[in-house]
């Protein structure tokens, strides 16, 4: 029977060498000589550090388009306030990978609602599709291009 998985992830290397990249970028831009600002990748979380809040904005920017080069969907980012601290100012930027188990629930009451002669079923952090026809399988993995969700989906794992 035909199948395939519906996940939420991204590679963690790739993560990796991109805040590499952002902070190469920082320590040799003109207007970040002198704030000691940095990136720091640990856990699937970035903390950006420097003395502004303006300024980490800036690095926000700098990080996205680093992320997109590698081919990271930056969908997965989820930033947290900004914390100031005399003349440091932190911002944690979360990494997100893995289907929440809510999302999972409202990912098969969509496909369950599509009247498309599908299997799903949740299985832990990813979603497994199955079913007879490969065509249903494609439908509804247009099905679920068509939905907004806050966090990129990927398929994969596609077995006939």
Known sequence: MPSFDVVSEFDTHEASNAVDQANREVTT???FKGTESKY???NNIITMTSQTDFQLQQMLSILHQKLAKRGIDIACLKAEQTELAGNVARKKIIMRQ???AALSRELVKKIKSSKIKVQSSIQGEKLRISGKKRDDLQAVIALLKEEDTDLPL??????D
């Open 154 to 159: 990927q398929y994969d794992n596609f077995r």
């Open 40 to 42: 720091e990748f640990e």
């Open 29 to 31: 831009r003109f207007d």
């Open 98 to 100: 893995g289907l929440e």
